[in-house]
Structures are given as structure tokens and as C-alpha cells.
């Protein structure tokens, strides 16, 4: 599968749709989910053009992988549901259609803010 220019994730980072920023740096842009399924929803999404996860931990630079995960710690503390100033949170990641992704563009899922329960049912 290749890159879809045209999904909505790279549509808001060219800022052809808008969002509620939370956060970002040279490596992600993170933002208000706008159909949060708890009390806090975000995403985390590249900058780079990657499908997924296994399309981000094959092709991309050291750089990017240290970037997105500090990004996503940077988002948290933000947000107060990292451990350092909250009570903690999910960062979920759905890859491919199994796993349930519904944006071809890797992003995660940061839930929080309440207790987000179990994680399969």
C-alpha cells in the first residue's frame, strides 16, 4: 500500500482542514480528536507521510522515531494525564485494517482524564 496523499491527515497538516492544536515541533502535530470517545481525546500524528506503525519502524530516521515518542510524552504533560502531572492515559496506535485503522496516516490515540477501562472487550 502507498502513501494517500489525500487522507485527512495530510490534508490538516497542509492546513487545507482545521484543527484544535495541542501541540507541535518538526516531527508531529497533535490535536483535539473532534469525536472524542473519552474525557480527553487527542491524536498524535507525523509529519512524515507514513501509513502505519510498521511503515514508520521500517523507513523512518532515528530522529523521527525519538521525535514522536517524546512528542507524544510532550502531549500528555499538556494535556495533565502524563504520570509526572496526572493519573495516566492510553496511547493507542490501530494499524491496518485488523487492527481497526480507520486513517491510512500513522497517528496515535491519546485517551485520558478519566479511567479508560479495559482495553479489548
Known sequence: MSYDNNNIFAK??????PC?????DEFILSF???NP????????????????????????S???MVGLLKGIGIVAKKLGISTEVGKGYRALANISD???QEVP???FHLFGGEKVGKMVE
Not at 20 to 24: A, L, Q, S
Not at 49 to 56: A, G, P, R, T, V
Open 98 to 100: 485488523h487492527g481497526g
Open 105 to 107: 496516516h500513522l497517528h
Open 20 to 24: 484544535n492544536r495541542i501541540y507541535e
Open 62 to 64: 532515528s530522529e523521527e
Open 37 to 60: 470517545q473519552k474525557k480527553i481525546h487527542a491524536l498524535v500524528i507525523t509529519k512524515g507521510k507514513y501509513i502505519n506503525l510498521d511503515d514508520f519502524s521500517a523507513k523512518a
Open 32 to 34: 483535539h480528536d473532534i
Open 12 to 17: 490538516i497538516l497542509r492546513d487545507e482542514i
